[in-house]
């Protein structure tokens, strides 16, 4: 079992903000801001791609509720959502980051750098592969 798991089950005890028939939000104990809420889906899912379908709408209807709640709480400006699949995935559980911003906070843009592609040949065999790789998908 895993410690998201735990939580739901009342194992591990967590500061819930909110909770549904589906879905888990509480506070972050590693916070990036105070008010940091992870948001996971009650049954063991690891990442955004295992999500079941009918469980997409659900999901992201509590995360936009809690992106619009979040900064009324706590005098924020805005949030900024996040999650992570597999890489920087700290717990193998989906969780989405709803995280309170104001402007001016110290935290800018994404944590990572950026790279540019080598060529406009670049940009079109990576849209190309994307695309093919979306085709086959939905085959």
Not at 1 to 28: H, N, P, Q, R
Request: proline share 7%; aromatic share 8%; hydrophobic share 50%.
């Amino acid at each position: 079992m895993c410690i998201f798991c735990d939580i739901v089950s009342g194992a591990i005890t967590a500061e819930k903000v909110y909770e549904d028939e589906l879905a888990l939000a509480f506070l972050d104990i590693r916070p990036v801001f105070p008010g940091h809420v992870l948001l996971i889906p009650k049954a063991h899912v690891e990442t955004f791609p295992d999500l079941p379908d009918a469980s997409i709408a659900p999901l992201f209807a509590t995360a936009r509720m809690l992106a619009r709640a979040i900064p009324v709480a706590l005098d924020a400006d805005g949030t900024f959502v996040a999650m992570n699949n597999v890489v920087s995935q700290s717990v193998p559980h989906l969780h989405v980051h709803v995280v309170p911003r104001r402007r001016k906070d110290g935290l800018r843009g994404f944590f990572w750098p950026r790279n540019s592609y080598d060529s406009a040949e670049h940009v079109e065999s990576v849209a190309n592969a994307i695309r093919a790789a979306i085709s086959a998908e939905r085959a």
